[in-house]
Each structure stands twice: as C-alpha cells, then as structure tokens.
C-alpha cells in the first residue's frame, strides 16, 4: 500500500475500518482453530480416561481380590478386609477422576492465545482511531 498524503478524512476512515473488518475476520479464524484444537485435546484425554478405565477394571478386580485375601490370611476378618481393599480402591478411583476433571477445566480450555491477541487488536484500533 502506498502512502499518500493527500487524503482525504472519508477514505482514511474507509480504510481504518476496512482493515478493522480485516483484523476481527483472522481474529475469527484464529478463535476457530484454537477452538479446534482445544476440542481435540478434551477427547483425547476422554478417550485416554475411558481407555484406562476399560484396562484397568479387571486388573483391579484381582488386585482387590488379592489384597482382601493378604489381609484375611493377617487375621483380619474377611468383611473388614474387603471393606479395606475396597475404601483403597475408591481412593486411588477419586484421584483419577480429580484429574481428569482437572484436565478439562475452564481454564486449561481457555483459547489464550485468541485473547491474547483481541487484547492487542483493541490497542491497535484505538490507536488507529486518534
């Protein structure tokens, strides 16, 4: 673009503002792939969270069985023991769901990047405007 100093007021507003209408479309685009791929990430920790829960339930059903049957053969009886094995694995369960509920929180959702650069954008329109 060439710079002409002989314009007039109407074609400086036209092109502020044509280059405005510019900046908020790629503004748009970048919301719309930092949306993109803050979706691909929720799946993919939902599917890594499903994947592990489908794997582990039958190792953990043994385990269980296992730590019951250690704790029985110490003497404990065998309805305190489940109970033990039991409380343990609901523990561990309640950790992993804390963490994956983390993982897809507001804010580790939050498209940084695009706000971020709207923050700049204002700047510059503002300064464009005086």
Not at 7 to 16: K, Y
Not at 60 to 81: K, R
């Amino acid at each position: 673009m060439t710079l002409r100093t002989d314009r007039s007021i109407p074609e400086l507003f036209s092109d502020a503002f044509a280059q405005l209408a510019k900046l908020i479309g790629n503004e748009f685009a970048l919301a719309r792939a930092e949306l993109s791929e803050k979706a691909g990430q929720a799946g993919k920790a939902a599917a890594m969270m499903g994947a592990g829960a489908v794997i582990m339930i039958p190792a953990l059903v043994m385990l269980l069985f296992a730590a019951a049957a250690a704790l029985m053969h110490a003497g404990i009886s065998d309805p305190l023991a489940y109970l033990i094995a039991g409380g343990g694995a609901a523990i561990v369960s309640l950790g992993l769901i804390a963490v994956g509920i983390n993982r897809l929180s507001g804010d580790a959702m939050k498209p940084t990047a695009t706000i971020d650069e709207i923050e700049r954008d204002k700047a510059a329109a503002r300064e464009m405007v005086r």
